[in-house]
Structure formats: structure tokens, C-alpha cells
């Protein structure tokens, strides 16, 4: 993988840098420098570049106190509980956001992009931070922002994880300088945390802890058997016998229980079947009686005459209808005799129409007349104004009242300038003055608040200490400490300390010594919290005074170039008014005096403008009385068109009108006698036509419905007198609703089928009856009460005797099932004895409570090939010096080719000696975790600074060759200054000459 650019954001000390790693300084060097002095921020930049890759860093994923929180009292901004730990730490005080950006190549040629960011609430500084966000994208489609999809992701482009990463990219150089001089304990240690063996720990201690788990499941397999109790075979046939007797008696009893229950049976089904005939009885009683009733049999008539007369009631209802139609009818007609009125009389109104439109086209026709003479004046009256109004040179007077004009506007403007320029100057002097009062007011905040900065320190310390008081004290009242003191008497020595007790306290005495801390805790607190809250109120008045001067400021700057721009503004418009603004004594009246020469002239040009506008308003009143003549002449004539048309269509109307009403007269003679008052009507011949098919409508129903009566009546009276029925029993038959007819037939033929259900049930439980008497068990004439009695007591005794029987066989099932059990414990405590011995000959080998015998057994192995390949590295730098260490044994040592190859401990090397051996091994140790997609790039940190020049040209040298041998390039974080000298490409971090909380990062040559 190959880095390609690193854009950091807001990040510890860097405030913004970008990072091209295939730029022009940085794309063709195998070995590159990243330099700056002590604390300037270097490795923020490595920081950084694991952020975006794994979200987490070295020095926060490894923190030990991780998990621990920032004491909110000593913090100023809004990192309320933060852990220690965690990630979002790294961005700058008082910003907002951060963010870091990692764009890289794989070796397929895919672009990758990873970015890191987190802002606070509210984009305030003050506001509390939001949960950090990862997301990575590609050229070729990918795009995510959920955390294990990266961190798959990330894994299958690198081969390794994090841990792994920080290991063979992030050379800890400086862990292996002291793991060379370490013990073999704290070699084990270091070994651990470089190359991460704590997983064969682990396997140590899981085999321990397995073995002893195994170990305790014997013992308890070994208690359960001894536990289990079994019967005697006296006691086994005693039981049997018992249970013998017990099963013979409950025999007997239930002969007895089944005689009696089938009596008792038998005489509640006869009771049961007598009651049910008794019933029935009643019931078909009850139908017989109602089919003789006389409203039964009047519904039975009804029903078969409604049946028998269905096309005679068909006929009345057809008459009755056409009947009630000719009655409705009747007033259709008169509605139709009121149309005609109202029609007629819209004929008559058209005749008063037209006689008036007639009139008024002979008026329109004089006024045309008399308004193209008043035009021909008019027009005449305008021609004599135009000759007068040529006498005048009007553009040349309108230039000369316009530039005169200007002129007076540009010395108003000339002098509004000058004013507000002197304006501004005083705001100027004003604003001066208000912000030197204000930085001396924050000068005595600030010294107020370091006043204050230093009680919160002194306060804490104290408040620190008695805590610690405190927590000591409290250990002694503790619950186990309370146990504890309940196991020793005077005399003993105290588990807890080791001292030896004089007098074992109680409760309240031990409460009593712990109060007087607590109490000082408390009151301290109190206190710390009381400065606290006026550090926090001092500071942010001091926060708001400086933000506010520096408003202030920067006012007063805006001011100050605003008088600038309008003193250039006030000079420029004074010399197009011809008034020298910068003079000594230049005022108001200097620009008076051009004011009032220009408005002399002015005035004198006016009048004779006022004189040629007099002459031109009335050339334009006389136009617009002639095209104001000429549009009523326009106007009257389009009446005199629109009033002829109108004319000749409504005589059109009223001729097809005419011709309508007087078929209607001839259709209904009676319409001539009517009243006719003449009124407007619209649409008068469609109203006509519109009638007249009405009533042909009207006379065709007319008709038709006066033969169906007639053919009905006479169907009527025949059906009469052939089937004795009067018009009038017909006429009451058709008033039934057909509903309420069904609903009679259907509860006659429910009364009959009712009545014949009853007569087949009574028969049925007859019968019924006779079947059961022949049928008479033992003991049927026996009362029913001396029965119930005797099952009672039957059932009593066979209960009884049955739980017995039941208790002798769970005494011998659960002594069967403790024999197979015994045996099955027998075969389980083998099996686990067996697992046991397995495991304890394992533990013997490999296990422990900590787990370190398997671990440095491991660590032996892993170190063996470890120094192999440090050997290779080494002899780059060195052909006088080889590693080794004895198998099984963490113990290293040097062979020196000048010292008769001896083999001697690795303390004796010198600084540089043991610099570049301690170089060798984290060489090593990246070769050996680095995955078969790793990165490009590896960074070595410090330790340069103990090499001399032979030694360090020659480490250098090898460095550069590795690009040959393993295609990876080299940074080294260092300060030493031969190395800025010897390493061309470099990344220089240095801090900000004005803001010492922030660095600069630069990209250059040496």
C-alpha cells in the first residue's frame, strides 16, 4: 500500500497541514526526515495517519489509564468525563472540529480515501463533543461509514490489524533499547507488549484454571457418590408383600363401586326421560291448539286468496297509477298555459324593441355629423402652436439646465463628503480613547484570574491528599476489613498491615476515626468547588472583555480605513466643484459661494424652458381634444353598426316566434282568451319550439294513460264476476305489502312442522322408556341415598389404599433409579479422573496461575527467530557483532568478532553498540508482522542522537538501501541536526512564532 496524502485538520498542536507523501519533495526518496524540536508535534503526525486508518492511536489505545476521566474541575472547555483513552482528546482547545483525511494507493492501482472527524455541539467551543465518525471510499464504488465494515475493509487491504501495524510500521526502536539491559522478567514484559504474545499467557493460565475446574468436579462427583443411601433386600420384600394385600382389597371395592354406580346411573337416566316425556306432551298440546284457533285459520284464507288473485291486483294497481297520472297531468297543461303567456308577451315586447332601436339610429347618425366638424377645428387650432413652438432651440436650453444642475449637485455632494469626513474623524478619536480604558480593565482581570488559577492549584493538592487520607482511613471499616477483625483477637497480627493488635475496636470506634477525614474531604470540596465557580466566572468575563476589545479593534481599524477612503472621497468631489478641500481653513462657505453663482444662471435659463412648456402643454391639450373627438366618433359609429344588427336579428325572432304561437292557438283554441302583458324574454323562438315539443309530449301520455284505465277496468269487473270477488275485496288484497304476506305463509307452515315434531318426539321417548325398564341392573330398587352413601365410602377406601400402594412403589423406583444412578457416577467419576490426569500431566508442562511458563516458553521460540533476522539487519550495519540466546531462555547475548567470538551479556554494548542492535530488532520485528499488503512506508523514532558519524552514516546508509531490499521506504522522527544535514526530504514541524500552542508543518529540501 502506498501512502499518496495526509490532510490534517485541528489535531493536537497541527492547526491545518497537508501532507503530499507522492509529491515532488517526497514521491522519489527512499529515506526522508520528519524534524522539529521536543514537543513541536512530530509524532501527531503518525498519530493521524493511524486514526484514519484504525480510529484509535498508540499512545491513547495503549494509555493505562485508558478508561480514566479528566477532573472537571480543572478543565475550561466542555470535555466533561472524557476518558484519558479516547481519540477525540486530540483535537485542539477551543476549536470546534477536526478532522483527518488519508488518501493511499493499493497495489491493484485502487484510490482509497479514510476520514476521521468530530466537532462539538452546536459548532461552539464550549459545546460538549459528538461521537467521532470513520468512513472510507474508493474510485471504484466503495463508500461506508460503519466501523466494522472499515475495519474488514482495512484488514484485507493491509493483512494485519492494528496492533500488528504499530509493530512493523511504527518501529518502537526505543522499547528494544531497554529490552536489551532488562531483566529476564521485564524481558518477558517487553516481549509481550512488541510482539504480542500475552495470548500464549493466556493459554497458560486457561490450562491452570481447566485443570483445577477439572480437579474440583472429581471431588464433587466423589461427594455425590458417597451420598447416595440404598434400601436393604429385607426391606425390598416386605414392601412387595404390602403392596400385594393393598392391590387384592382394592379389587373387592371395586366390584362393589362400579354395582352401585351402574343402580344409580340407571335410576337418574329414568328420572331424566319420564320428565322429557312430560315435556313433550305439553308442548304438542300447546301447536294443536293454536292450528284451531280462528285468527290461525283466517291467515290461512288471506294467504290462499292473495295466491289465487295476483294478476287481478296487478290490473288495479295499473289503473290506480295511470289514473293518478292523468291527474298530474293536468297541471303539466296549466304550467304549459303560464309559459305561453310569458312567451307571448316577450313577442310583444320585442314589437315595443324594435320601434325604439329604429329611433336611435336616426339620433347616432347627427351626432357622427356634428363631431367631424369640431375635429376639423381643432386640427386647425393645433397647426398654429406647432409654427410658434419652432421658434425655440429647446435641446440647447435643456444641456445647459442640466450641466448647471450637475453642477450644483456635484458642490452638494462636494460638501456632504466634507462633513462626513469630519464626522468619522471625531468616531475615530472616540473609539481610541474607549478601547485604551478597556485594556487596562482586562489587564487587571487577567491578574485577578492567575490569582485565583493558583488558590484552585494549592486547593487541590490539599483536597488530593486528604482523599487519600480518607480512602486509607475508610479500608478499616470496610466490610471485609469488618470481617476480618471479627477473626483475630489482641495479640494477633492483623492480616490487612501485619502489625500486631493491641485492641480489636468496634463498628462505631472505627467510624468515628474515618469521620474527621471525611468530614475534611467535604469541606474541601466545598471550598475547591467555591474557587472553581469563581475561576470559571473571572474567565469568562476575562474571555468575554478580550472578545470584546478585540471587536473593539477591529472597529476601530474598519473606522480608521473608512475616514481614509472618505477624506480620498471629500478631496476627489472638491475638485470637480473647484473647492480645495485639504486647505487649511476650507468650511461650509466655500462651497456656498459656488452654490449660489450656479443657481443664478440657473434661474434665468427656467423661465424661458417655463415659457416653451406653457406653449407645448397647450399644443398637447389641443391634440388630446382631437383624439379624443376622434375616438367618440369611432365609438358612435360601432354603435350605429352593432344597433343595425342587433335590429335585423330580433325582427328575424320574432317572425319564427309568431309563426309557433299560432300553431299552439290552433292546438289549444282556449290560449287566444288569455291575458298578455308584454316583457322581456331571452331566446324568445327557442322558448316557442321548446313549448310546442312539450306539449306534443304532453297530449301523446295523455292518451295512452286514459286506455290503460279504460282496459283495466274492464279486466277488473270480468275477473269479478267469474271468481265471486268484489272490486272492493280486490282493492283491499292489493293493499297487503307482499313482505308482509310471506312473513304470515311462513308461520303457518312453521305451526304445522312444529306441531307434527312434537307428536314424533313424544312416541320416540315411549319407546325410549320401555327399552330402559327392561334393562334393570343389580341393586336398582335400592334408595338412591343409602347408594351414594355406600360409593362414597367405596371410593374412600380405594383412594386410600391406592396411595399406599403408590408410596411402596416410589420407595422402590427411587431405589431402582439410586442404583443406576450409583452406577452412572461410578462410570462418570473414571471418565473425569481420567480427563484429570490429562490435564494436570499438561499443566506439569505448560500451566500456572499467571500463565508465564507457556509464555516465555513461546517467547524463546519467537526471540530465536527474532535475533535470525535481526542478525540480517545487523550485519548492514556492523560485521563485529551477532545476537543470540540460549533455547528455552530469554537471555541474550553478543558475540563479538574482536573479543575471540565469546559470548558476553547484551549490557556490555555501547550507546551506539546498543542502538543499532535494538534498530536490528525492530527491523525484525516489522519483517515478521508486516502483511503481504503492508505499507510502503516504515517510521523509526529517536535514538539517532547516541550514534558518532561513522556509525550513524552507516545506519543511514543501510536505511536507504532498504527500499532495495524490501521495497519499503524509511521515515526516521528525529531532531538531531546531522541528520536535517545528511537527509535531503524532510518534514519540518516548528511552532508558530505568534501562538506557541500551535506548530506549522512544511514539506521541503535541506
Same mark, same amino acid.
Given at each position: 500500500?502506498?501512502?499518496?496524502?495526509?490532510?490534517?485538520?485541528?489535531?493536537?498542536?497541527?492547526?491545518?497541514?497537508t501532507i503530499?507523501?507522492?509529491?515532488?519533495?517526497?514521491n522519489?526518496?527512499?529515506?526522508?526526515?520528519?524534524?522539529?524540536?521536543?514537543?513541536?508535534?512530530?509524532?501527531?503526525?503518525l498519530?493521524?495517519l493511524?486514526?484514519?486508518?484504525?480510529n484509535e492511536t498508540?499512545r491513547?489505545?495503549?494509555a493505562?489509564d485508558?478508561n480514566?476521566?479528566y477532573?472537571?474541575?480543572?478543565?475550561?472547555? #466542555?470535555?466533561n468525563?472524557?476518558?484519558?483513552?479516547?481519540?477525540r482528546?486530540l483535537?485542539?482547545?477551543?476549536?470546534t472540529?477536526?478532522?483527518?483525511?488519508?488518501?493511499?494507493?493499493?497495489?491493484?492501482?485502487t484510490?482509497?480515501?479514510?476520514?476521521?472527524?468530530?466537532?462539538?455541539?452546536?459548532?461552539?467551543?464550549?459545546?460538549?463533543?459528538?461521537?467521532?465518525?470513520?468512513?472510507?471510499?474508493?474510485?471504484?464504488?466503495?463508500?461506508?461509514?460503519?466501523?466494522?465494515?472499515?475495519?474488514r475493509?482495512?484488514?484485507?487491504?493491509?493483512?494485519?490489524?492494528?496492533e500488528?501495524?504499530?509493530?512493523?510500521?511504527?518501529?518502537?526502536q526505543?522499547?528494544?533499547?531497554?529490552?536489551?539491559?532488562?531483566?529476564?522478567?521485564?524481558? @518477558?514484559?517487553?516481549?509481550?507488549?512488541?510482539?504480542?504474545t500475552?495470548?500464549?499467557?493466556n493459554?497458560?493460565?486457561?490450562?491452570?484454571?481447566?485443570?483445577?475446574?477439572k480437579?474440583g468436579?472429581?471431588?464433587?462427583?466423589?461427594?455425590?457418590?458417597?451420598?447416595?443411601?440404598?434400601?436393604?433386600p429385607e426391606?425390598?420384600?416386605?414392601?412387595?408383600?404390602?403392596?400385594?394385600s +393393598?392391590?387384592?382389597?382394592?379389587? &373387592?371395592?371395586?366390584?362393589?363401586?362400579n354395582?352401585?354406580?351402574?343402580?344409580?346411573?340407571? &335410576? =337418574?337416566?329414568? #328420572?331424566?326421560?319420564q320428565?322429557?316425556?312430560?315435556?313433550?306432551?305439553?308442548a304438542?298440546?300447546?301447536?294443536q291448539?293454536?292450528?284451531?284457533?280462528?285468527?290461525?285459520?283466517?291467515?290461512?284464507?288471506?294467504?290462499?286468496e292473495?295466491?289465487?288473485?295476483?294478476?287481478a291486483?296487478?290490473w288495479h294497481n295499473d289503473?290506480?297509477?295511470?289514473?293518478?297520472?292523468l291527474?298530474?297531468?293536468?297541471?303539466?297543461?296549466?304550467?304549459?298555459?303560464?309559459?305561453y303567456?310569458?312567451?307571448?308577451?316577450?313577442?310583444?315586447?320585442?314589437?315595443t324593441?324594435?320601434?325604439?332601436n329604429?329611433?336611435?339610429?336616426?339620433?347616432l347618425?347627427e351626432?357622427?355629423?356634428?363631431?367631424?366638424?369640431?375635429?376639423?377645428?381643432?386640427?386647425?387650432?393645433?397647426n398654429n402652436?406647432?409654427?410658434?413652438?419652432?421658434?425655440?432651440?429647446?435641446?440647447?436650453l435643456?444641456?445647459?439646465?442640466?450641466?448647471?444642475?450637475q453642477?450644483?449637485?456635484?458642490?452638494?455632494?462636494a460638501?456632504?463628503?466634507?462633513r462626513?469626513?469630519? %464626522?468619522?474623524?471625531?468616531?475615530?478619536?472616540?473609539k481610541?480613547?474607549?478601547?485604551? @480604558?478597556?485594556?487596562?480593565?482586562?489587564?487587571?482581570l487577567?491578574?485577578?484570574?492567575?490569582?485565583?488559577?493558583?488558590q =484552585?492549584?494549592?486547593?487541590?493538592?490539599?483536597?488530593?491528599?486528604?482523599?487519600?487520607?480518607?480512602?486509607?482511613?475508610?479500608?478499616?471499616?470496610?466490610?471485609f476489613?469488618?470481617?476480618?477483625?471479627?477473626?483475630?483477637?489482641?495479640?494477633?497480627?492483623c492480616?490487612?498491615?501485619?502489625?500486631?493488635?493491641?485492641?480489636v475496636?468496634?463498628?462505631?470506634?472505627?467510624?468515628?476515626?474515618?469521620?474527621?477525614?471525611?468530614?475534611?474531604?467535604?469541606?474541601? %470540596?466545598?471550598? *475547591?468547588?467555591?474557587l472553581?465557580s469563581?475561576?470559571?466566572?473571572?474567565?469568562?468575563?476575562?474571555?468575554?472583555?478580550? @472578545?470584546?476589545?478585540?471587536d473593539?479593534?477591529?472597529?476601530?481599524?474598519?473606522?480608521?480605513?473608512?475616514?481614509?477612503?472618505?477624506?480620498?472621497?471629500a478631496?476627489?468631489?472638491?475638485k470637480?466643484?473647484?473647492v480645495?478641500?485639504e486647505?487649511?481653513?476650507?468650511?461650509?462657505?466655500?462651497?456656498?459661494?459656488?452654490?449660489?453663482?450656479?443657481?443664478?444662471?440657473?434661474?434665468?435659463l427656467?423661465?424661458?424652458?417655463?415659457k416653451?412648456?406653457?406653449?407645448?402643454?397647450?399644443?398637447?391639450?389641443q391634440?388630446?381634444?382631437?383624439e379624443k373627438?376622434?375616438?367618440q366618433?369611432?365609438?358612435?359609429?360601432d354603435?350605429?353598426?352593432?344597433? %343595425?344588427?342587433?335590429?335585423?336579428?330580433?325582427?328575424i325572432?320574432?317572425?319564427?316566434?309568431?309563426?309557433?304561437q299560432?300553431w299552439l292557438t #290552433?292546438?289549444?283554441?282556449e290560449?287566444?282568451?288569455?291575458?298578455?302583458?308584454?316583457?322581456? =324574454?331571452?331566446? *324568445?323562438?327557442?322558448?316557442?319550439?321548446?313549448?310546442?315539443v312539450?306539449?306534443?309530449?304532453?297530449?301523446?301520455y295523455?292518451?295512452?294513460q286514459?286506455?290503460?284505465?279504460?282496459?283495466?277496468?274492464?279486466?277488473?269487473?270480468?275477473?269479478?264476476?267469474?271468481?265471486?270477488?268484489?272490486?272492493?275485496r280486490?282493492?283491499?288484497?292489493?293493499?297487503?305489502?307482499?313482505?308482509?304476506?310471506?312473513?304470515?305463509?311462513?308461520? +303457518?307452515r312453521?305451526?304445522?312442522?312444529?306441531?307434527?315434531? #312434537?307428536?314424533?318426539?313424544?312416541?320416540a321417548?315411549?319407546?325410549?322408556i320401555?327399552?330402559h325398564?327392561a334393562?334393570?341392573?343389580?341393586?336398582?330398587?335400592?334408595?338412591?341415598?343409602?347408594?351414594?352413601?355406600?360409593?362414597?365410602?367405596?371410593?374412600a377406601?380405594?383412594?386410600?389404599?391406592?396411595?399406599?400402594?403408590g408410596?411402596?412403589?416410589?420407595?422402590?423406583?427411587?431405589?431402582?433409579?439410586?442404583?443406576?444412578?450409583?452406577?452412572?457416577?461410578?462410570?462418570?467419576?473414571?471418565k *473425569?479422573?481420567?480427563?484429570?490426569?490429562?490435564?494436570?500431566? *499438561?499443566?506439569?508442562?505448560?500451566?500456572? @496461575?499467571d500463565?508465564?511458563?507457556?509464555?516465555?516458553?513461546?517467547?524463546?521460540?519467537?526471540?530465536?527467530?527474532?535475533?535470525?533476522?535481526?542478525?540480517?539487519?545487523?550485519?548492514?550495519?556492523?560485521?563485529?557483532?551477532?545476537? %543470540?540466546c540460549?533455547?528455552?531462555s530469554?537471555?541474550?547475548?553478543?558475540?563479538d568478532?574482536?573479543?575471540?567470538?565469546t559470548p558476553?551479556p547484551?549490557?556490555?554494548?555501547s550507546?551506539?553498540?546498543?542502538?543499532?542492535?535494538?534498530?536490528?530488532?525492530?527491523?525484525?520485528?516489522a519483517?515478521?508482522?508486516?502483511?503481504?499488503?503492508?505499507?510502503?512506508?516504515?517510521?523509526?523514532?529517536e535514538?539517532?542522537?547516541?550514534?558518532?558519524d561513522?556509525?550513524?552514516? &552507516?545506519?543511514?546508509e543501510t536505511?536507504?538501501?532498504l527500499y532495495q531490499?524490501?521495497?519499503?521506504?524509511?521515515g526516521?522522527?528525529?531532531?538531531?541536526?546531522?541528520?536535517?544535514?545528511?537527509?535531503?526530504?524532510?518534514?519540518?514541524?516548528?511552532?508558530?512564532?505568534?501562538?506557541?500552542?500551535r506548530?506549522?508543518?512544511? =514539506?521541503?529540501?535541506?
Amino acid at each position: 500500500m502506498k501512502l499518496k496524502t495526509l490532510v490534517i485538520h485541528n489535531i493536537a498542536s497541527i492547526q491545518d497541514a497537508t501532507i503530499h507523501f507522492d509529491g515532488p519533495v517526497l514521491n522519489n526518496e527512499h529515506l526522508f526526515l520528519i524534524t522539529g524540536e521536543t514537543g513541536s508535534g512530530k509524532s501527531t503526525i503518525l498519530d493521524c495517519l493511524c486514526l484514519a486508518l484504525f480510529n484509535e492511536t498508540p499512545r491513547t489505545g495503549n494509555a493505562k489509564d485508558r478508561n480514566a476521566c479528566y477532573n472537571y474541575r480543572l478543565t475550561h472547555d #466542555a470535555t466533561n468525563a472524557l476518558p484519558v483513552g479516547d481519540v477525540r482528546n486530540l483535537m485542539r482547545r477551543n476549536t470546534t472540529e477536526c478532522k483527518v483525511v488519508l488518501t493511499f494507493e493499493t497495489n491493484d492501482g485502487t484510490i482509497y480515501t479514510a476520514t476521521w472527524e468530530t466537532h462539538r455541539a452546536r459548532n461552539k467551543a464550549e459545546g460538549n463533543l459528538q461521537s467521532e465518525t470513520w468512513s472510507l471510499a474508493s474510485d471504484k464504488g466503495l463508500a461506508t461509514d460503519k466501523k466494522n465494515e472499515i475495519k474488514r475493509h482495512i484488514h484485507d487491504l493491509l493483512g494485519i490489524n492494528a496492533e500488528q501495524f504499530y509493530r512493523s510500521v511504527m518501529l518502537p526502536q526505543g522499547r528494544f533499547a531497554e529490552f536489551l539491559s532488562s531483566s529476564i522478567n521485564d524481558k @518477558s514484559e517487553i516481549l509481550e507488549s512488541l510482539t504480542g504474545t500475552a495470548i500464549y499467557r493466556n493459554i497458560g493460565k486457561q490450562i491452570y484454571q481447566i485443570f483445577r475446574r477439572k480437579q474440583g468436579e472429581c471431588q464433587t462427583q466423589e461427594n455425590r457418590i458417597s451420598a447416595n443411601k440404598l434400601l436393604q433386600p429385607e426391606e425390598i420384600e416386605e414392601i412387595n408383600r404390602r403392596i400385594a394385600s +393393598l392391590k387384592a382389597s382394592n379389587e &373387592q371395592l371395586n366390584k362393589l363401586r362400579n354395582a352401585v354406580a351402574a343402580a344409580l346411573t340407571w &335410576q =337418574v337416566n329414568l #328420572a331424566k326421560m319420564q320428565s322429557e316425556l312430560q315435556n313433550h306432551k305439553d308442548a304438542e298440546q300447546k301447536w294443536q291448539q293454536k292450528l284451531q284457533s280462528d285468527e290461525f285459520k283466517e291467515h290461512e284464507r288471506l294467504v290462499k286468496e292473495w295466491n289465487h288473485t295476483s294478476e287481478a291486483r296487478k290490473w288495479h294497481n295499473d289503473k290506480a297509477q295511470a289514473s293518478r297520472d292523468l291527474e298530474r297531468n293536468r297541471s303539466t297543461l296549466a304550467d304549459m298555459a303560464g309559459d305561453y303567456q310569458r312567451l307571448a308577451g316577450g313577442i310583444a315586447f320585442s314589437h315595443t324593441i324594435i320601434e325604439k332601436n329604429k329611433k336611435q339610429l336616426i339620433a347616432l347618425q347627427e351626432k357622427i355629423d356634428k363631431q367631424k366638424k369640431e375635429i376639423e377645428t381643432l386640427t386647425q387650432e393645433r397647426n398654429n402652436l406647432d409654427n410658434k413652438l419652432q421658434g425655440y432651440n429647446i435641446a440647447t436650453l435643456n444641456n445647459s439646465f442640466k450641466r448647471i444642475g450637475q453642477q450644483i449637485e456635484t458642490t452638494n455632494n462636494a460638501r456632504n463628503a466634507y462633513r462626513q469626513y469630519l %464626522e468619522q474623524k471625531s468616531l475615530c478619536e472616540k473609539k481610541q480613547k474607549k478601547l485604551d @480604558s478597556d485594556k487596562a480593565s482586562l489587564k487587571n482581570l487577567q491578574q485577578q484570574l492567575e490569582t485565583i488559577d493558583k488558590q =484552585v492549584k494549592e486547593k487541590q493538592q490539599a483536597h488530593d491528599k486528604a482523599l487519600q487520607d480518607f480512602e486509607a482511613r475508610k479500608l478499616l471499616v470496610h466490610d471485609f476489613a469488618v470481617e476480618l477483625r471479627g477473626m483475630v483477637k489482641p495479640g494477633q497480627q492483623c492480616p490487612v498491615c501485619g502489625h500486631i493488635i493491641d485492641k480489636v475496636l468496634d463498628n462505631n470506634e472505627m467510624q468515628s476515626l474515618v469521620a474527621p477525614y471525611e468530614q475534611a474531604v467535604k469541606k474541601l %470540596e466545598g471550598e *475547591l468547588d467555591a474557587l472553581t465557580s469563581k475561576y470559571n466566572k473571572a474567565d469568562a468575563q476575562a474571555r468575554s472583555e478580550a @472578545s470584546r476589545i478585540e471587536d473593539q479593534h477591529n472597529e476601530l481599524a474598519h473606522a480608521q480605513s473608512d475616514l481614509a477612503v472618505k477624506l480620498d472621497h471629500a478631496i476627489a468631489l472638491g475638485k470637480q466643484a473647484g473647492v480645495n478641500v485639504e486647505a487649511p481653513h476650507c468650511d461650509d462657505a466655500a462651497f456656498e459661494v459656488k452654490i449660489k453663482e450656479a443657481k443664478a444662471s440657473q434661474q434665468q435659463l427656467e423661465a424661458q424652458l417655463n415659457k416653451y412648456n406653457t406653449l407645448n402643454e397647450l399644443k398637447n391639450k389641443q391634440q388630446q381634444e382631437i383624439e379624443k373627438s376622434q375616438n367618440q366618433l369611432e365609438k358612435h359609429k360601432d354603435q350605429l353598426v352593432e344597433l %343595425e344588427k342587433s335590429t335585423q336579428m330580433a325582427e328575424i325572432e320574432v317572425k319564427q316566434a309568431q309563426n309557433v304561437q299560432d300553431w299552439l292557438t #290552433a292546438a289549444v283554441p282556449e290560449w287566444q282568451a288569455l291575458d298578455i302583458e308584454p316583457q322581456e =324574454v331571452d331566446q *324568445l323562438s327557442a322558448g316557442f319550439n321548446s313549448l310546442k315539443v312539450q306539449f306534443t309530449q304532453y297530449d301523446s301520455y295523455n292518451k295512452q294513460q286514459q286506455h290503460v284505465v279504460q282496459q283495466c277496468g274492464k279486466r277488473l269487473e270480468d275477473f269479478g264476476r267469474s271468481n265471486d270477488y268484489t272490486l272492493e275485496r280486490i282493492a283491499e288484497l292489493a293493499s297487503y305489502d307482499p313482505g308482509t304476506i310471506e312473513r304470515i305463509d311462513h308461520s +303457518l307452515r312453521q305451526a304445522h312442522q312444529q306441531a307434527s315434531n #312434537a307428536t314424533a318426539l313424544v312416541e320416540a321417548v315411549k319407546k325410549r322408556i320401555d327399552e330402559h325398564q327392561a334393562a334393570k341392573p343389580e341393586l336398582w330398587d335400592t334408595p338412591a341415598e343409602q347408594l351414594e352413601k355406600s360409593r362414597i365410602d367405596t371410593q374412600a377406601s380405594i383412594e386410600d389404599n391406592s396411595k399406599a400402594i403408590g408410596a411402596c412403589q416410589t420407595q422402590l423406583n427411587d431405589n431402582d433409579k439410586a442404583c443406576k444412578q450409583l452406577e452412572h457416577d461410578r462410570n462418570i467419576l473414571e471418565k *473425569l479422573r481420567h480427563d484429570m490426569e490429562q490435564w494436570e500431566k *499438561l499443566c506439569n508442562m505448560l500451566g500456572n @496461575s499467571d500463565g508465564k511458563t507457556f509464555m516465555k516458553i513461546a517467547q524463546s521460540f519467537i526471540l530465536g527467530d527474532m535475533l535470525n533476522q535481526a542478525n540480517y539487519y545487523l550485519r548492514m550495519f556492523t560485521t563485529r557483532f551477532q545476537l %543470540e540466546c540460549q533455547p528455552g531462555s530469554l537471555i541474550i547475548l553478543v558475540r563479538d568478532t574482536m573479543q575471540g567470538d565469546t559470548p558476553l551479556p547484551a549490557s556490555n554494548l555501547s550507546g551506539g553498540e546498543s542502538f543499532m542492535a535494538s534498530l536490528a530488532l525492530a527491523l525484525a520485528l516489522a519483517q515478521m508482522n508486516g502483511g503481504q499488503h503492508s505499507l510502503d512506508t516504515i517510521f523509526i523514532d529517536e535514538g539517532f542522537g547516541s550514534l558518532s558519524d561513522e556509525p550513524l552514516n &552507516q545506519v543511514v546508509e543501510t536505511l536507504e538501501r532498504l527500499y532495495q531490499l524490501d521495497g519499503r521506504r524509511v521515515g526516521i522522527i528525529s531532531h538531531v541536526d546531522v541528520l536535517k544535514e545528511r537527509i535531503a526530504a524532510q518534514i519540518q514541524v516548528t511552532r508558530d512564532p505568534g501562538d506557541n500552542t500551535r506548530s506549522l508543518v512544511k =514539506v521541503a529540501t535541506r
